[in-house]
């Protein structure tokens, strides 16, 4: 049973170019979590979202990032214009009852 | 709005000891709370998890408690080991029942041999 997948494990993009992070949640579970840890910073929600369905997006930056969570396929978190602020681990959970499983990241250099 | 503090922020010690690391969280209408363990450059692993009808899980060398009135979790860790070197992450719901979780800055462990 794998657990929740996340690729790619790094990603370097210039800065004006987009990045596509990607999440698979563990077998089972069809909602997903995005947080995103900053340098120094603890891990911050950004946004939930079950099958085709965005419940809640309250930690997203309003202008640049999107996610979505197609019916088949992996969620996918975008991030349009990067600019070096945008450099982070960004991590994806899934739950089952109650307790969050985490994927090993995504770490998004801006350069 | 929930907040979650963590102390101390880096803790390091021979190994052998016998460790506590703290947690307190600003809204007290948890369902549950979790601990977390994260390696440098890693995701984070599910230590434990406590619900809020219970006092304490143990689980090895690793033992929680909550005490939900006065907003505080502590992780003892007995008999440390070398390997044990990681941050130690506390997380509760932003609110009631929501899932999504409001995280401490951690506390970064470093166990000597």
Partial sequence: ?111 | KQEVTQIPAALSVPEGENLVLNCSFTDSAIYNLQWFRQDPGKGLTSLLLIQSSQREQTSGRLNASLDKSSGRSTLYIAASQPGDSATYLCAVPSQGGSEKLVFGKGTKLTVNP
């Fill in chain 1, 1 to 111: 049973n794998a657990g929740v997948m996340q690729n790619p494990r790094h990603l370097v993009r210039r800065r004006g170019q987009e990045a596509r992070l990607r999440c698979s949640p563990m077998k089972g579970h069809s909602h997903v979590y995005w947080y995103r840890q900053l340098p120094e910073e603890g891990l911050k929600f950004m946004v939930y979202l079950q099958k085709e369905n965005i419940i809640d997006e309250s930690g997203m930056p309003k202008e640049r990032f999107s996610a979505e969570f197609p019916k088949e396929g992996p969620s996918i978190l975008r991030i349009q214009q990067v600019v070096r602020g945008d450099s982070a681990a960004y991590f994806c959970a899934s739950s089952g009852e109650f307790e969050a499983f985490f994927g090993q990241g995504t770490r998004l250099t801006v350069v």
